[in-house]
């Protein structure tokens, strides 16, 4: 099993940027992709993005593509968002999750960071 610490939250202003990241631990090996998913107060847990922990594939929720870049460092077991021209829709505690293959879903959660998009 994987563990997974995010960081990197923050309260920026709408328009700002923040980078955040997921350091893995454990068994990163069979690592099918990771991905980010956020939480908003009152609503459920909603995907953000995937990365294929093999290659570069990547996926998107509309509602970030294009502001939104997911990356990830293999050696250095970690994952990283990088979000730029934050909204306030994007106020949110963000979780990373591992998922080991394509017929398992996303799992391992970290304990998330908040993001606080605010003027």
């Known amino acids: 099993q994987v563990q997974l610490v995010e960081s990197g939250g923050g309260l920026v202003r709408p328009g700002e940027s923040l980078k955040l990241s997921c350091a893995a631990s454990?068994?990163?090996?069979?690592?099918?992709?990771m991905g980010w998913f956020r939480q908003a107060p009152g609503k459920e847990r909603e995907f953000v993005a995937g990365?294929?922990?093999?290659?570069?594939?990547?996926s998107y929720a509309d509602s970030v593509k294009g502001r939104f870049t997911i990356s990830k460092d293999n050696a250095r077991r970690t994952l990283y968002l990088q979000m730029n021209n934050l909204k306030f829709e994007d106020t949110a505690m963000y979780y990373c999750?591992?998922?080991?293959?394509?017929?398992?879903?996303?799992?391992?959660w970290g304990q998330g960071t908040q993001v606080t998009v605010s003027s």
């Open positions: 999750a591992a998922r080991y293959s394509s017929n398992t879903p996303y799992g391992n």
């Open positions: 454990g068994r990163t090996d069979r690592l099918y992709a």
């Open positions: 990365i294929m922990w093999i290659g570069s594939a990547t």
